[in-house]
């Protein structure tokens, strides 16, 4: 017997989550961290696409790891959020930021989540849209505004409501619609904990099933906001390189998705766990930059003063297995 009905009712079915690319969180089962597993300041710094605000508290949100085979969560996800807060203080807490604004315009949308906290406080959950360019915020509508995290891991759900978005301007590349788990307006300074797990931001107001993807699939759309190239052995080699005149190699680096916007370039060591290697001999870097990025990729230029040879043929070499990366980033 042909199984095409029972495939088009699963494919039809919200409850059964046969419908594929309703989650527009990127990272909601926290599989990529390729920024670091911890992190104590405001900013991105732990898993990809989650921002922490710190706004005058003490914490670190940290990954954490479930044990292999637990039935508390469906699906059997590895990692999940945590946040150890040892001061609080408004507005402490996680933003995840989703490009754009006008096209969440007057419509809802539902939030789903998997929470706990070995130190329980009420959390406040909350929505504003921005307009980068007049840097203008307009809030949605969050219904229920606030939960409180119990010692068992439950499944949260919230319904959003957002704006006419009638106070900003038409899209731009920088603007977003942001959804936040903190500690809210309250300024008390109590420690407390939230872990998080499967996290879900939907059209719609029922919340269905989590959309599972695989590593691949969401190393991927990280890569849009953060493309880091590191190396886990020494000596690992990352770009090929070509002498220009006595001072300077460039080589080109092709990303390998469109990166939201041209990225801002950094890298996570000394110049001296750089090499700039060639047949018979090697020259620490007196500066790696970035000589003009778009989009798509970037001129790497590694200057190394009177040792080089235009026309010769080089490469680029981290030596420092612990903090030697390049990254790009184009984050929101």
């Not at 969560?73 to 990692?79: A, S, T």
């Not at 119990?150 to 977003?176: E, I, P, R, V």
Request: charge should be negative; include cysteine.
């Amino acid at each position: 017997m042909s199984r095409a009905r029972d495939f088009a009712d699963l494919a039809g079915s919200a409850d059964a989550g046969g419908l594929t690319g309703r989650n527009l969180v990127i990272n909601g089962d926290f599989q990529i961290w390729q920024r670091g597993t911890s992190q104590t300041t405001v900013g991105y710094g732990s898993a990809d696409r989650w921002r922490l605000n710190v706004s005058g508290a003490t914490l670190t949100g940290s990954q954490g790891t479930f044990t292999d085979g637990q039935t508390a969560v469906p699906g059997n996800p590895r990692f999940y959020l945590a946040l150890d807060v040892t001061t609080g203080n408004d507005n402490a807490g996680w933003f995840h930021r989703l490009e754009g604004t006008h096209e969440f315009a007057n419509d809802v949308y539902t939030l789903s989540f998997w929470a706990k906290s070995d130190t329980p406080r009420a959390m406040t959950v909350g929505s504003n849209s921005h307009d980068l360019s007049a840097d203008v915020f307009q809030d949605n509508t969050v219904s229920p505004t606030t939960f409180t995290p119990t010692s068992s891991w439950q499944k949260f759900t919230f319904k959003f409501t957002h704006s006419s978005m009638n106070t900003l301007g038409s899209f731009a590349s920088g603007d977003y619609t942001a959804f936040f788990i903190t500690q809210g307006s309250d300024t008390s300074t109590a420690a407390w904990k939230l872990d998080l797990a499967l996290v879900q931001f939907e059209k719609g107001e029922v919340a269905t099933p989590f959309e599972h993807r695989s590593y691949a699939d969401e190393l991927q759309r990280c890569r849009r906001y953060l493309y880091r190239i590191e190396t886990d052995t020494a000596n690992g080699a990352f770009v090929n390189l070509n002498g220009w005149d006595t001072n300077n190699t460039y080589g080109s680096l092709r990303f390998p998705v469109e990166m939201r916007a041209a990225p801002s370039f950094s890298y996570g060591a000394a110049l001296s766990d750089f090499l700039i290697l060639s047949a018979g001999a090697n020259y620490t870097p007196t500066t790696i930059q970035s000589n003009g990025n778009n989009k798509h990729g970037i001129e790497l230029n590694m200057v190394s003063t009177s040792n080089i040879t235009a026309g010769r043929s080089y490469w680029a070499r981290m030596s420092d297995t612990t903090n030697g990366f390049i990254q790009f980033d184009a984050e929101l």
